[in-house]
């Protein structure tokens, strides 16, 4: 430096900048060979819990999972205090690879999927048959779902003390999706059976009474019931968040779900949809390319099919009503 404070040519040619002081890098990574395997339960602002060996850890994401999401249902590697002591915390450092996820998007323009449970493989559509009334809207959208996460549905009416299960039920028929109907304080055996052996997410609007069955099915659970609005027709909330529970004897697992109010579906493609009907997806293999398969579709294989009387009317009838379900409004 010459004259002033002031930098000179010379002075700039025998700089050399100041080196930080930072580890090597290196491309080795942890094996994590000590990690414990662990399914999680619940996820809390941030923090999960998850069941190890039957006890329950509080845990928090790595770092090098970096935006990786980790839902409930996730089948985990954890490493740190699993001791599930007040107060410890572990790691989750790796997420197994997912069987199943149930997808959903806020709405029919948003191309932000959310994943709301994994590893599912049966979607229970709970549906009270009164009180609120039943909205067939949403239960066509939570099979679209179940379809293109590849689980198996299910329908469950309640409330069949309070209205006739039949009017619904022949909506569904043609479709072949299995169901049960509950009452209030009724026998639940045919739902043990449909849930034995199984992971099953239920879902459904609040109020129809998801919280009542599993309080009915598991006693120890302790869900909060909520009750409907007189004026509005709508239940409360009363899941805040998604819950795996095991069912007594080790039967099986459920998961709670908060009660929904929409179910984007801009995540699936009719194509998809279509392979869920292995009947009908064979009649579209000369359809033009492009083809939705829906109702107004110019030379769709479903039509021809029909005119030839190959196919059956009402079963075609019911899958371009969960089409058109993609595209209804969300919001109801």
């Not at 039920?169 to 479709?175: K, V």
């Not at 110019?298 to 058109?324: I, N, T, Y």
Request: charged share 30%; aromatic share 4%.
């Amino acid at each position: 430096m010459s004259g002033r404070g002031r930098y000179t040519d010379h002075d700039a040619e025998h700089y050399e900048r100041p080196r930080r002081r930072t580890r090597p890098r290196t491309k080795d990574r942890p094996t994590y060979e000590d990690a414990v395997d662990g399914v999680v339960v619940t996820v809390d602002r941030g923090r999960f819990t998850v069941l190890i060996d039957g006890s329950t850890v509080m845990a928090m994401k790595s770092r090098p999972l970096g935006r990786k999401g980790v839902v409930v249902g996730d089948r985990v590697r954890v490493v740190g205090d699993v001791s599930g002591a007040s107060g410890s915390l572990a790691r989750i450092v790796e997420v197994v690879e997912r069987t199943t996820t149930l997808r959903r998007t806020a709405d029919d323009d948003d191309p932000v999927e959310r994943v709301i449970v994994a590893n599912a493989d049966q979607l229970v559509v709970v549906a009270a048959l009164a009180d609120p009334e039943p909205r067939p809207r949403l239960i066509d959208r939570a099979l679209v779902a179940a379809y293109d996460a590849g689980m198996a549905p299910l329908l469950c009416l309640t409330k069949a003390d309070l209205a006739d299960p039949e009017t619904l039920l022949s909506t569904y028929r043609s479709l072949g999706v299995p169901w049960v109907v509950t009452e209030r304080g009724g026998d639940l055996t045919e739902v043990r059976d449909r849930l034995r052996g199984r992971t099953s997410v239920l879902v459904g609007h609040s109020g129809v009474g998801k919280s009542t069955l599993v309080n009915a099915l598991i006693p120890t659970a302790k869900r909060d019931v909520g009750v409907v609005n007189a004026v509005t027709g709508r239940g409360r909330h009363t899941s805040t968040s998604a819950y795996l529970l095991e069912l007594p004897g080790g039967d099986g697992w459920i998961i709670d779900t908060p009660g929904i109010r929409s179910f984007g579906l801009a995540h699936v493609q009719p194509g998809d949809l279509i392979e869920a009907f292995p009947d009908l997806d064979e009649m579209t293999e000369d359809c033009p390319r492009g083809c939705t398969h829906g109702r107004d579709e110019p030379e769709c294989g479903l039509d021809e099919a029909l005119a030839a009387g190959q196919a059956d009317a009402e079963r075609v009838e019911s899958f371009r009503r969960l089409l058109a379900a993609r595209e209804a409004s969300t919001d109801w």
